[in-house]
């Protein structure tokens, strides 16, 4: 067996027992490969973890970058209160359509703002406060989500971010990727800010090896 089938053993062990058999989450999956949009959805196991880490903040409204159908923010659309609120943002009007459907299908669509457009375009004119922001678009960009982040959220906020691993290929200063370039901006960036405090979890699983950063802001 390979590391990768015994991570996707493992992932499956954990995610039978701890996470409840979802149909609206799995029919959101199915509208997602119907209509063509790329399988790179966080995993279920992950989405229950975006969704208890708001939920321990107690967060009204989160503020996400990176939409895709939608998967990520029905679960974090579940962890705010009934008049709390989750801005996305998504370049692909696709894409957002997608979503669209899924969180009402999902009976969050009354929660969920898509902001449609380049996100460095859009969220200039976004209002804060947030109380978590979960930065998962494309990666060259995420020094200045980042700076976004910090500008919209309050004191104390949650600041996730996506796929800061990438099958270990962060380490390589050659690597020509523009999600890796932008990655390794990313980290020095957020090395050399004393407005958060961050750390890395590295992750395997169904969607391979990769990580999440994890920060705070300061007060
Ligand atoms: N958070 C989603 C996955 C997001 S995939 C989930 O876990 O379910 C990344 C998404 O970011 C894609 O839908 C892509 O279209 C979007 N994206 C890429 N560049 C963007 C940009 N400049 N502005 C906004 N969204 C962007
Ligand atoms: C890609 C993007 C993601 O946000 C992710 O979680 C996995 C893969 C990608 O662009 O390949
Ligand atoms: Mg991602």
């Known amino acids: 067996m ?3 089938d015994l991570w996707d053993q493992v992932d499956e062990y954990y995610t039978q ?26 995993t279920p196991a992950q989405g229950k973890l975006l969704h208890l880490l708001a939920r321990s903040v107690g967060a009204r409204r989160v503020l996400e970058v990176g939409t895709l159908g939608g998967y990520s923010t029905v679960w974090l ?3 705010v209160p009934a008049d709390g609120e989750v ?6 009007p696709r894409h957002a ?10 009976g969050v669509g009354d929660r969920v703002r898509i902001v449609l457009g380049p996100a460095l375009e859009t969220l200039p004119s976004v ?13 060259a960009s995420n020094t200045e989500y980042l700076e976004h982040a910090i500008r919209l959220a309050r004191p104390g906020a949650l600041v996730v971010v996506d796929n800061v691993v990438r099958e270990g290929r962060v380490v ?4 020509p990727d523009p999600a890796v370039v932008g990655t390794r901006r990313f980290a020095d960036a957020l090395a050399a800010d004393p407005r958060i405090s961050a750390t890395v979890v590295q992750t395997v699983g169904a969607k391979g090896y990769d990580g999440f950063v994890l920060g705070v802001l300061e007060s």
Request: charged content about 35%.
């Open 97 to 106: 359509e997608v979503a669209r459907a899924n969180l009402d299908g999902a």
């Open 17 to 42: 027992r701890l996470l409840d058999d979802d149909e609206t989450l799995a029919a959101a999956l199915r509208a997602n490969a119907d209509a063509g949009l790329p399988p790179i959805d966080v």
């Open 77 to 79: 659309a579940r962890a």
């Open 127 to 139: 209002e804060g406060p947030f109380d978590m922001v979960f930065v998962d678009a494309d990666k």
């Open 87 to 92: 801005v996305t943002c998504e370049v692909s």
């Open 2 to 4: 390979t590391a990768d």
């Open 172 to 175: 390589d200063p050659d690597d």
